[in-house]
């Protein structure tokens, strides 16, 4: 994914043969850490008394290359190596999991397979598919003093029928070239969701702004977004509402052969 | 112009195989590795004729399989499985320690694969809506679909 990337924004400048040759598997450590808010409520009935929450993780994933599709799409394995609640320090749920991101070369996510093993109580990786914007954003072609939009949906399916769909536009800028072949990107958007769980009605709306630094060397460098979001599930007892915001950064820490 | 360009180390060519698998079993997959080794346990049922009998086991993320519980119950020959099952290796995963569930057909001194198999799942309520405390998720879950859960 992170090479998917890399290889959209690449296309403004690179000569066509090159942009042929594949990517080679290299194995790319990064420094996560992620920061959200959650604020709860009831509506249509639904009575909720919950306070304020938060979550608070920090540590090491990888990404490697996974299998090549035959419709041309291509996997990536995000491993959760190392993971720990920052509040406490104690390792998280998500320690020791993966889940496979499937990716057409364009950047469009086509699937995410694993996010069964990742949601619920404990873990919850169902409200942590802003990693794939941190990860995997879809850099539009960039040239000098321009702006360009770009358009990118996404499934979020944890298992059939307990799913939804994010539709995300965002405006990116070429930033400043922060160091020789160190190039800085911002991007800032509206994303909504649309889907369903067993039956109950699932929606979001919310807003995105990101910045990408990356090098010629190493590839993206690092990737910080905030996304704050709405997320509503109606059903026959009413509607619970969640503010959600979320900080992330993730900071590349080195590669290497797997 | 876009200072933008590949490394020659991403440039070279990519290796399509061996691809790096996500390491979650499914039933297919253990089921598999099951009936290949059905044959390290069958020392464990050679005083019987026939017999069925429903094997549970715990598979942990090296891939060890532990804990052996035969129904219709029976300590010796369980206590000989859990012996035998040191002979049996499953792949390593990702997951919590797996509660797996198979049958076990003990035919003609030998035991014969058999399709049932099936994984314990984890309950996941409520969804995309992060609540900390899982009874509290689950009443949300149930008071959302109109059906609040009893204390």
């Known amino acids: 994914m992170m090479t998917t990337w890399l290889w959209v924004w690449a296309c403004a400048t690179l000569p066509q ?37 938060t979550l608070a993780l920090q540590g090491r994933v990888t990404l490697s290359q996974g299998p090549r599709y035959r419709d041309g799409s291509l996997g990536t394995v995000l ?8 509040a406490t ?17 364009s950047g469009e996510v086509l699937e995410v ?18 990693l794939i914007p941190l990860f995997s954003p879809k850099v539009p072609e960039l040239g000098r003093q321009e702006e360009a939009v770009s358009t990118t949906s996404y499934p979020v399916t944890v298992v059939e029928g ?51 630094v990356g090098s010629r060397q190493d590839g993206l ?3 910080a977004l905030r996304l704050s979001r709405t997320v509503a599930l109606q059903g026959p007892g009413g509607t619970l509402v969640q503010e959600q915001v979320f900080d992330a950064e993730a900071v590349l820490v080195g590669a290497s052969s797997p | 112009m876009m200072l933008w360009l590949l490394t020659p180390a991403l440039a070279a060519p990519v290796e399509l195989d061996p691809a790096p698998p996500l390491l979650y079993l499914d039933p297919a997959t253990l089921r598999q590795h099951l ?19 429903t094997l549970g086991l715990t598979l942990g993320r090296d891939g060890v399989a532990t804990e052996p519980i035969l129904t219709p119950a029976d300590p010796g020959r369980q206590a000989c499985l859990a012996s035998a099952l040191a002979e049996l290796s499953f792949p390593p995963h990702h997951e919590d320690p797996l509660q797996i569930e198979s049958i076990l057909v003990w035919r003609a001194g030998r035991l014969v694969p058999h399709p049932h198999l099936t994984v314990a799942t984890r309950p996941v309520d409520l969804l995309f809506i992060h609540v900390s405390d899982p009874d509290v998720a689950s009443a949300l879950w149930a008071s959302l679909q109109g059906t609040p859960a009893e204390d």
């Open chain 1, 79 to 86: 491993r959760f190596d190392t993971l720990v609640d920052g």
């Open chain 1, 113 to 130: 397979r694993g996010l069964e093993h990742l949601a619920g109580a404990g873990r919850h990786g169902d409200v942590l598919d802003v």
């Open chain 1, 17 to 53: 043969q090159r942009l042929q040759q594949p990517l080679a598997p290299l194995d790319l450590g990064y420094d996560l850490t992620l920061e959200a808010q959650f604020s709860t409520r009831g509506e249509d009935g639904l009575q909720v008394d919950l306070g304020p929450e």
């Open chain 1, 162 to 212: 307990r799913g939804h769909r994010v539709d995300l536009v965002a405006r990116w800028t070429l930033g400043p070239e922060v160091a020789r072949g160190i190039q800085a990107v911002h991007y800032e958007g509206q994303l909504k969701c649309k889907g369903s769980d067993l039956g109950i009605r699932v929606s979001c709306a919310g807003a995105v702004e990101g910045d990408l």
């Open chain 1, 89 to 105: 320090g104690e390792p998280h749920g998500l320690a020791g999991r993966a889940i496979e991101l499937r990716a057409f070369e």
């Open chain 1, 221 to 223: 460098a690092r990737s």
């Open chain 2, 35 to 53: 009936h290949a080794q059905l044959g390290a346990l069958e020392t464990c049922f050679a005083d019987l004729t026939d017999a069925d009998f």
